[in-house]
């Protein structure tokens, strides 16, 4: 994964952290000085690291935001915050970052002008669903070429579902994917349901779920 993407990835995770830490206490504002050293240092974080490796392949418009929000935040931090806005604020800041990850994702050498489909045989159960997702992939590319970009957002979609039907199909012991707490229910029966009637969604948070992919990357998906 290229550095940009990391950088935004551990942003993301710093700022989920940081929501939950403040979720502990009920008090109103920000008094403790565990806290606001946590604080200070999730917005340093980006400010002085994160975004350094971000930097060259944004533009001021996706970063002056973020930018803004940690500023604040880290100003605002000197005092004593209030407990709710700082948490909204990195919401917003996580939020933010979510939507620049998948901008990033698309100015990607790696992905962008790589024509060729990646080897899907690792993940593939058979020659059909490997034809299936490397039929996906240049589909999706062909979207992308064309400048129709909602439907390279749909064909993304349908790819990602593939990829994950894929890794499912691919586990020697499904019992902990029919297991899952975010596996789908029947709202009948109560039982888990079957693959057919998953959405991409389901897929996700499964995935998540069984440490396949990040949070981050789930976020995105």
């Known amino acids: 994964m290229p550095e940009m993407l990391r950088a935004v990835d551990a942003a993301i995770a710093e700022a989920g952290k ?11 504002q ?3 000085t565990e806290e606001h050293a946590y604080l200070k240092a999730v917005c340093l974080s980006w400010l002085k690291t994160h975004r350094m490796e971000v930097a060259p392949f944004c533009g001021g418009n996706e970063l002056g935001p973020l930018d ?5 935040l880290l100003e605002a931090n000197e005092g004593r915050p209030s407990r709710k806005n700082t948490s909204d604020q990195l919401k917003l800041a996580k939020k ?5 990850r998948s901008k990033l994702i698309l100015v990607d050498g790696n992905v962008i002008n790589e024509d060729k489909a990646p080897d899907f045989a690792k993940l593939a159960s058979d020659p059909d ?15 992308m070429r064309g400048g129709a970009h909602l439907a390279a957002t749909v064909m993304m979609g349908g790819l990602l ?10 586990e020697p012991n499904k019992r902990g994917v029919f297991t899952a707490a975010a596996a789908p229910k029947d709202r009948g029966t109560g039982q888990t349901s079957p693959l057919r009637d998953w959405a991409l969604k389901d897929y996700l948070d499964v995935a998540h779920e069984l440490g396949w ?5 789930k976020d995105v998906g």
């Open 18 to 28: 940081a929501v939950t830490m403040l979720s502990r206490k009920k008090t109103s």
């Open 30 to 32: 920000i008094a403790n």
């Open 68 to 72: 803004s929000i940690y500023q604040t």
């Open 96 to 100: 933010a970052l979510i939507a620049l």
């Open 129 to 143: 669903m490997e034809d299936l997702l490397s039929r996906r992939w240049d589909e999706t590319l062909l979207c």
């Open 161 to 170: 579902e593939a990829l994950l039907l894929a890794r499912v199909n691919i």
């Open 213 to 217: 992919i990040t949070r981050s990357a």
